[in-house]
């Protein structure tokens, strides 16, 4: 069976780092796009990065050059380095794998960034 499983959240003050890790099973991960995403209560879920099978990356305008994504094809894994957080980056952050029309979601880890 497919699974998706983040782990890596936790408590962080601001100006911390954290490094979030997202190993997805089951699928042919290589040739997947891989995405982070979050959803704070009471809004959206939006993108936080994303990463194509051909190593493309894009960024939420509010994570750049403080968010890093990245991936290990041979350990199924897609990380997020998040360096400098801020109390608006609390939230749950979920793990998608992505081969349209078929998308696959992890069940999120908690971020929150307090002093």
């Known amino acids: 069976q497919v699974q998706v499983v983040e782990s890596g959240g936790g408590l962080v003050q601001p100006g911390g780092s954290l490094r979030l890790s997202c190993v997805a099973s089951?699928?042919?991960?290589?040739?997947?796009?891989m995405a982070w995403y979050r959803q704070a209560p009471g809004k959206q879920r939006e993108l936080v990065a994303g990463l194509t099978s051909g190593g493309t990356t894009n960024y939420a305008d509010s994570v750049k050059g403080r968010f890093t994504i990245s991936r290990d094809n041979a350990e199924k894994t897609v990380y997020l380095q998040m360096n400098s957080l801020k109390p608006e980056d609390t939230a749950v952050y979920y793990c998608?794998?992505?081969?349209?029309?078929?998308?696959?979601w992890g069940q999120g880890t908690q971020v929150t960034v307090s002093s």
């Open positions: 998608a794998a992505v081969r349209r029309p078929i998308n696959y």
């Open positions: 089951g699928i042919m991960f290589s040739i997947y796009d």
